[in-house]
């Protein structure tokens, strides 16, 4: 009992510390990238030992999966089609009048 506890509170740690580098390197799109699917790393697993603990189907383990590779895939084609464009991926060289 002491280990899930334990363990919630460092996913809790995880999940926070995930949120404020998402928070403060918000200038390369890359950073931000990388801070989101960490975010999604620790939410799967806070998703598994949830559905582990209530004895459920992991079915929709899955479903999470798909969802969290088409939001990278998507994250990824941004990223390409930004440094197409201006040759970099700083945030800060985006314009919204350029897109």
């Not at 799967?44 to 969290?68: D, N, T």
């Not at 201006?86 to 985006?94: A, E, F, K, Y």
Request: proline share 0%.
């Amino acid at each position: 009992m002491v280990f899930f506890k334990l363990l919630k509170l460092l996913i809790i740690w995880m999940f926070f510390s995930g949120l404020i580098s998402y928070c403060f390197l918000h200038r390369h799109l890359l950073s931000t990238l990388f801070s989101l699917e960490y975010l999604v790393l620790i939410l799967f697993l806070l998703f598994f030992l949830f559905l582990i603990k209530l004895g459920a189907e992991l079915f929709f383990i899955l479903i999470f999966l798909v969802f969290s590779v088409c939001e990278g895939a998507l994250g990824l084609g941004v990223l390409v089609s930004l440094i197409r464009m201006h040759g970099n991926d700083l945030l800060s060289s985006m314009s919204i009048l350029s897109w």
